[in-house]
Nanobody, 117 residues
Framework: QVQLVESGGGLVQPGGSLRLSCAASGFTFSIYAMSWYRQAPGKERELVAVISSAGGNTHYADSVKGRFTISRDNAKNMVYLQMNSLKPEDTAVYYC??????????WGRGTQVTVSS
């Protein structure tokens, strides 16, 4: 079965960095675009970044452009989110996501990122 397991979250001071990881299994990872979403308390889940199946194309939310970088390693079935210059408003639970060709959408359980001094 499809599994997405996020890791790497934690507490960081404003201006700091974190690298999130998502381990994928149960599907042919290399043929699917992968996404990171986040959900802050009291807010709707929002798209943060998307990366194409081969990694050549990426898309970012305006709020994270220039600070976050999405990448993937198809040999390891991993997708990453490097987050730099973190701000308090980046505080959220971050989720890994894949939409398969049958239309089914899968989510991980999320990893908490807290940006606070």
């Amino acid at each position: 079965q499809v599994q997405l397991v996020e890791s790497g979250g934690g507490l960081v001071q404003p201006g700091g960095s974190l690298r999130l990881s998502c381990a994928a299994s149960g599907f042919t990872f290399s043929i699917y675009a992968m996404s990171w979403y986040r959900q802050a308390p009291g807010k709707e889940r929002e798209l943060v970044a998307v990366i194409s199946s081969a990694g050549g194309n990426t898309h970012y939310a305006d709020s994270v452009k220039g600070r976050f970088t999405i990448s993937r390693d198809n040999a390891k079935n991993m997708v990453y989110l490097q987050m730099n210059s973190l701000k308090p408003e980046d505080t959220a639970v971050y989720y890994c996501n894949v939409r398969r060709s049958n239309g089914q959408v899968y989510w991980g359980r999320g990893t908490q990122v807290t940006v606070s001094s």
